[in-house]
């Protein structure tokens, strides 16, 4: 039994007045006085050894009212069953350390690991514990889960093991998805444990309420992201509990070179005026005590250069590249060192000079329809200019092909040279209309495919069978058959899948409008089947534009792409090449330089299907060689706002505020309880009948008394 106010307990002492009352004699109401006496004082009576309690049911009712009105005023009340209690709440503790590049700075690592076992030691031998580390993703080293499947005494030793395995990473920090992520594990182990309400032997209190401490050990430095956590919904009985780690020195520089843009080798003036500097930037936090700092290259005995950033400040510089060899000429890759910092986890940078590569986009045409860039062929006409204006590789020829990392050059070959060095590196995308080049090097073309090649077939004139057959082919669509469209009006594009890459930079409003497009003629393709999706799609239902994705040979290498275009886009069959979807759709046919290598990657980018970055330097794959580096908000190491995460909707917490708030639940749930019970009522109502009784039995006694006097 508990109650609700203890302390009036104390009342019940009022149980000693009857009892002294009752020691106390009374004196005789008969005096007769004696001559003898009438001159001396009166004494009252004594109490002595001899004097003995007197009507003991008396008593007793009035000690009994007294008592049970104390113990009315108590409010006492049944507590329910352990589970259903507060005391009966099982405790987890999710331990949540940063591992990511910033805390490689002086003393963060080792304060985390310390914080993280104090907690153990902390926690009683019933608690559950769990150790998750996190960078740019969260990765679970011992899980609640495991922690109810070990005997209590053990798993403070599985905790500190885990702690012990882990170091710091060279990956950036996103704390709102660590925090996302351990909640998560809260909530799904208070959902198992509500789901299996029997004990085991490992796990007694199964069937017990979970409340989970996420204890978050992090620098929580402004780069972190955090935005991450928005829109999460919190879980009950799961507090956030943050320990913000402070390095024990001060300020932090950090290092960057800027991106370049590839030159042409041709182009010397501007070979000569930017290829052997490049641009750095350094910036300090503003905690910072110093301003003078050195730039160096690596392998080199000299500075390259003395600088000067202010703390809080950013400054750029130009810094002149080292010889590579005896010509003069610069290095293609470097690495360049800021000194002066005290932490020096991101103060090198490595880099690649950017090259330009040659490229090629071929161009298949039927000789009837061949022109170049320079003018008409002779199969069109002297002097025609209006034919030159009706075939495809004219408008085609139009595209800016070319960007900074590539100098692409169209090429229109015929049906006898197109496929003379043909490779997907130098040659990423061929196009061609529908002729006899289909039906016979449809093996060449599919080889083309498969190597990683892309493919785009522009049906501007009636297919004939041999085609069609090859076209099927191609496209793994053994019932497709291709006709010409019986409407004398012209179709408009109706449908378009935005979710596809080559449509997608044209899925923002303003750009994304494709019904002004006026389709004069197209190849209605009926039996597609399931392998080709259909990228645009005219208002009749047919399919104006579809894609098969082909897998590379080389597993690691990205695969190739086939397009297949209904309709010319020459103004006789539509106005798509007089469209502003024109150049863009093209450009993404030809896709991304591969053959580039970037000048700089984020650790933690892929290197291919499989490889990722996982540490600053210089990494070879797939042939080329890439420069890894930090990312760049590592670098900024000022701790944010902690009220922040409160904005965000997660609940923050401490140790002695959750206790105060358990005090306060308690306080709370004994209330309702006693409010629901009542047994205070019952006992005033007893106090009455005591007291009743009390009355009637001392009016009796003093009946008795009068009438013996």
């Known amino acids: 039994m508990s109650f609700l106010a203890p302390l009036y307990f104390l009342g019940a002492l009022a149980v000693a007045g009857p009892i002294l009352f009752h020691l106390i004699r009374r004196q005789p109401k008969g005096d007769v006085e004696f001559s003898s006496l009438m001159f001396l004082d009166s004494t009252p009576p004594r109490l002595t050894r001899r004097s003995r309690l007197e009507n003991w049911p008396l008593l007793l009712l009035r000690c009994a009212a007294i008592l049970l009105l104390a113990f009315a005023f108590a409010r006492p009340f049944l507590p329910l069953s352990e589970s259903d209690s507060v005391e009966g709440v099982k405790q987890a503790v999710i331990v949540l350390i940063d591992q990511s590049a910033s805390m490689k700075r002086t003393g963060l690592w080792d304060q985390a690991t310390s914080k993280a076992k104090q907690i153990l030691e902390q926690a009683d031998d019933e608690t559950l514990f769990s150790v998750i580390a996190f960078d740019s993703a969260p990765r679970t080293i011992l899980s609640l889960e495991e922690s109810t499947q070990l005997v209590a005494d053990t798993r403070k030793s599985a905790a500190r093991d885990a702690i012990d395995r882990l170091t710091p990473t060279w990956q950036s920090t996103d704390v709102g998805k660590a925090i996302r992520y351990a909640a998560d594990q ?334 004069w003629n197209h190849r209605q393709l009926d039996g597609l089947g399931q392998v080709p999706s259909v990228t645009l799609k005219l208002d009749d239902g047919s399919p104006l534009l579809v894609r098969r994705d082909i897998a590379n040979d080389d597993p690691e290498l990205s695969g190739g792409k086939l397009w297949v275009l209904a309709s010319g886009w020459q103004p006789a069959e539509s106005q798509l090449a007089l469209s502003t979807k024109f150049v863009p759709i093209l450009l993404g046919m030809l896709g991304r330089n591969t053959q580039l290598a970037p000048e700089s990657l984020v650790v933690g980018d892929p290197l291919g299907d499989d490889d990722v970055a996982t540490e600053p330097g210089f990494v070879e794959s797939d042939g080329e060689t890439y420069a890894i580096n930090l990312d760049p908000t590592e670098s900024v190491t000022t701790s944010f706002d902690l009220d922040r995460i409160v904005q965000f909707g997660a609940v923050v917490s401490s140790p002695m505020a959750r206790q105060q708030e358990q005090t306060a639940e308690r306080a709370l749930r004994d209330i309702e309880l006693e409010a629901r019970q009542g047994w205070w009522q019952w006992l005033i109502l007893a106090t009455l009948g005591f007291i009743a009784a009390e009355t009637l039995l001392a009016a009796r006694d003093s009946s008795r008394q009068q009438a013996a006097a």
């Open 186 to 519: 809260a909530a799904l182990l208070e959902l198992g444990e509500s789901e299996n309400a029997s004990a085991t032997p490992n796990n007694p209190n199964a069937s017990a309420t979970i409340e989970t401490r996420i204890v978050l050990l992090s620098d929580l430095q402004s780069g972190a992201e955090i935005e991450t956590l928005q829109g999460y919904e919190w879980p009950s009985r799961v507090w956030l509990d943050m320990e913000t780690l402070i390095a024990t020195t001060r300020g932090n520089v950090s290092l960057r070179v800027m991106p370049q843009t590839p030159a042409a080798d041709t182009d010397e003036a501007i070979r000569d005026a930017a290829g052997d500097v490049v641009r750095v930037q350094v910036a300090q936090t503003d905690d910072g005590d110093t301003s003078t700092f050195r730039l160096r290259f690596e392998n080199q005995d000299q500075d390259a250069a003395v600088i000067q950033v202010p703390p809080g400040q950013t400054r750029f510089f130009s810094v002149e590249l080292p010889e590579a060899d005896d010509d003069g000429d610069p290095a293609r890759t470097a690495t360049l060192t800021v000194s002066g910092d005290r932490d020096g986890f991101d103060n090198t940078f490595h880099f690649i000079r950017p090259k330009r590569i040659d490229q090629e986009v071929r161009f298949v045409e039927s000789p009837r329809n061949v022109s170049t860039s320079d003018g008409p062929s002779a199969e069109s006409g002297p002097g025609s200019d209006s034919s030159v204006r009706e075939t495809l590789s004219f408008y085609a020829s139009q595209v800016p092909w070319s960007d900074p990392t590539r100098e692409v050059t169209l090429t229109v070959r015929t049906e006898d040279d197109w496929g003379e060095g043909l490779d997907p590196a130098t040659t990423p995308l061929l196009i061609m209309n529908a002729s006899a080049t289909l039906e016979s090097n449809r093996d060449a073309i599919e080889q083309y495919l498969s190597s990683g090649g892309r493919v785009l077939v522009v049906l501007d004139r009636a297919v004939d069978e041999a085609t069609g057959a090859a076209l099927a082919s191609l496209l793994q669509s053994s019932e497709l058959k291709i006709g010409e469209s019986e409407s004398d009006d012209y179709r408009l594009i109706a449908s378009v899948d935005f979710k596809s890459a080559l449509i997608a930079p044209l899925s923002d409003p303003g750009v994304n409008d494709f019904s002004n497009i006026r389709i």
